[in-house]
């Protein structure tokens, strides 16, 4: 168990049908060339439209009003992915709407949850389920298609624990609290180098990410009180930065048969983005996580 029993969940949270598939298609992604724009797309704040010709995508048949209507409690949380995703975003939620303000940033504004498979058009132009999950700051919106997090385990090589699948849901939401700091544009003005705004933002969100792991087991639902999270295991730690250090940019480069090239770099390091990931969980602090403000990355 992850989720504690007790827990409600709202499947209202979610608030799809913005032209993706209902649940169920696979991931439409082929060799190396699908696997890099779905790394990519890991680089939360671009266009997809750049990579993936813009325009709507249209895409299948309509989320149905009722297709996450069993998402309402913990054990549809700890057995299914999809309210897996919408109770992450809940407690996320819960946890950002007290610590943003208190951290001395803006009111916390609930980004949009949606959840597709096939294709999605967004404010940032058309996306399809090669892209993976990503945030568009155009209309701060988080998207998931996921059927993703089984590719992160079988190509990637991330453990298949809850917490690795959530950790990725934080690490969006994280880059929607970089956006509500005025953060996140800076990814795009300096978008490659191992010591640039693009990955410095990927390592804040990490570290954001982190701050939420360290927060979900006694943050409690405001409908009932009941923290959302059990209390982490080490292996569930271990999960999450198994997950984290899957999509660094020196292991994506040599997966893809290259040389390391750090000038190439988008998102640091594994060994950054974990340990950037465990500064947020073991400081807790808004403040530590500004990777903008440290030469040692």
Same mark, same amino acid.
């Given at each position: 168990?992850?989720?504690?029993?007790?827990?409600?969940?709202?499947?209202?949270?979610?608030?799809?049908?913005?032209?993706?598939?209902?649940?169920?298609?696979?991931?439409?992604?082929?060799?190396?060339?699908?696997?890099?724009?779905?790394?990519?797309?890991?680089?939360?704040?671009?266009?997809?439209?750049?990579?993936?010709?813009?325009?709507?995508?249209?895409?299948?048949?309509?989320?149905?009003?009722?297709?996450?209507?069993?998402?309402?409690?913990?054990?549809?949380?700890?057995?299914?992915?999809?309210?897996?995703?919408?109770?992450?975003?809940?407690?996320?939620?819960?946890? #950002?709407?007290?610590?943003?303000?208190?951290?001395?940033?803006?009111?916390?504004?609930?980004?949009?949850?949606?959840?597709?498979?096939?294709?999605?058009?967004?404010?940032?132009?058309?996306?399809?389920?090669?892209?993976?999950?990503? @945030?568009?700051?155009?209309?701060?919106?988080? @998207?998931?298609? &996921?059927?993703?997090?089984?590719?992160?385990?079988?190509? +990637?090589?991330?453990?298949?624990?809850?917490?690795?699948?959530? @950790?990725?849901?934080?690490?969006?939401?994280?880059?929607?609290?970089?956006?509500?700091?005025?953060?996140?544009?800076?990814?795009?003005?300096?978008?490659?180098?191992?010591?640039?705004?693009?990955?410095?933002?990927?390592?804040?969100?990490?570290?954001?990410?982190?701050?939420?792991?360290?927060?979900?087991?006694?943050?409690?639902?405001?409908?009932?009180?009941?923290? +959302?999270?059990?209390?982490?295991?080490?292996?569930?730690?271990?999960?999450?930065?198994?997950?984290?250090?899957?999509?660094?940019?020196?292991? %994506?480069?040599? &997966?893809?048969?290259?040389?390391?090239?750090?000038?190439?770099?988008?998102?640091?390091?594994?060994?950054?983005?974990?340990? #950037?990931?465990? %500064?947020?969980?073991?400081?807790?602090?808004?403040?530590?996580?500004?990777? +903008?403000?440290?030469?040692?990355?």
């Amino acid at each position: 168990m992850t989720f504690r029993e007790g827990v409600r969940i709202d499947p209202g949270r979610e608030r799809g049908g913005r032209g993706g598939g209902r649940r169920g298609g696979g991931i439409a992604v082929g060799g190396g060339g699908g696997l890099i724009v779905v790394l990519l797309a890991l680089v939360f704040g671009f266009n997809p439209g750049d990579i993936l010709g813009g325009g709507d995508t249209g895409g299948g048949e309509p989320v149905q009003d009722d297709a996450f209507a069993e998402c309402t409690n913990a054990e549809a949380a700890n057995t299914n992915i999809d309210c897996r995703i919408i109770a992450t975003a809940e407690s996320l939620d819960a946890m #950002w709407v007290e610590l943003l303000p208190d951290s001395g940033g803006p009111a916390y504004v609930q980004p949009g949850l949606d959840i597709f498979v096939g294709s999605v058009s967004t404010g940032c132009g058309g996306a399809t389920s090669a892209t993976g999950p990503f @945030y568009c700051p155009a209309d701060q919106t988080a @998207y998931f298609d &996921s059927d993703f997090f089984e590719l992160l385990e079988t190509q +990637f090589g991330a453990n298949s624990g809850p917490l690795a699948q959530e @950790y990725v849901v934080a690490h969006e939401f994280g880059h929607h609290i970089e956006n509500q700091l005025g953060l996140l544009n800076r990814a795009q003005q300096d978008p490659q180098g191992p010591e640039s705004g693009a990955v410095r933002i990927e390592l804040m969100a990490d570290c954001l990410a982190g701050i939420w792991a360290k927060n979900a087991t006694t943050v409690p639902d405001p409908e009932t009180g009941t923290p +959302f999270l059990e209390p982490l295991t080490g292996q569930d730690i271990n999960d999450a930065l198994s997950a984290a250090a899957a999509v660094g940019d020196d292991r %994506i480069q040599s &997966s893809q048969g290259g040389e390391v090239n750090p000038e190439g770099f988008t998102h640091g390091t594994s060994e950054q983005r974990q340990r #950037w990931f465990m %500064i947020g969980f073991d400081e807790g602090s808004v403040d530590a996580c500004n990777t +903008f403000d440290t030469d040692s990355l």
